[in-house]
């Protein structure tokens, strides 16, 4: 199990109830989607999976280790967080400083950290982005050098809000293969998205959100089929469910649906 929450339940200093008696298992290697309308809860669960918003009621377990303020920084250790605006991790004076910056948190030295980003830079094939100014990035380079400072870092867990909103198709199928890699490495990733066909395709576990509840949770084609489900909580069903959801096996992309036919 990569992630486990009890009973959990967090309201905002206004007095909003953002998400409430939540309880959830997060498999690991898995690649698990949270689903549901703006302001269902998604991204204060998400907050909660490496102790960027610390329990209030109930419990985050973290790949056997409690969430509190104790543990917060071995917590962030194994799980990774990717904001959906990349400018809230984005703020220092170059790509290579930003990068390198929760390494050099931890207390690792000078050499070891420009290894580390070195390595990274190259993997992603970004080293010509080192000296930008994040400031000067388009979107798209700013969520793939986002995703460098957490990869940097060597989490088993990323955790991602909304990792690909705002992308144009060339650097979502880029995005994309960052993560694929990570995944093929037997690593869990968490997300959020609006993107249900994309969801229901790469998706293999969901769960559904609707006003800080969770109402549901299973694998992609169960969910994505599960007709009173989806319209609880406000979701369209994806186009490969809707017309083909009758089908045994159920495809769960374009090119699965044109071998059917």
Known sequence: MAVLIENLSYTYPDGRNAIKNINAHFEKGKKTAVVGLNG?????LLYHLNGTILPQMGRVNILGEEVSKKTLNSVRKKSGFLFDYPDHQLFLTSVYEDIGFGLKNLGMGRGEVEAAVDRIL????IEHLKDYSPYQLSLGQKKICAIAGVLVMEPEIIVCDEPFSGLDSKVKAAFKAI?????KEGKTIIFSTHDQDFCYEWADNVYVMNEGELI????????????????RAGIVMPKLAR???HKNP???SVEDALNLL
């Open 122 to 125: 190259k993997k992603l094939n």
């Open 250 to 252: 159920v495809p769960r």
């Open 243 to 245: 017309l083909f959801g």
């Open 40 to 44: 269902s809860g998604k991204s204060t």
């Open 179 to 183: 993560l694929d890699d990570f995944s």
């Open 216 to 231: 549901a949770g299973g694998d992609a084609v169960s969910i994505f089929n599960n007709a009173e489900v989806l319209q």
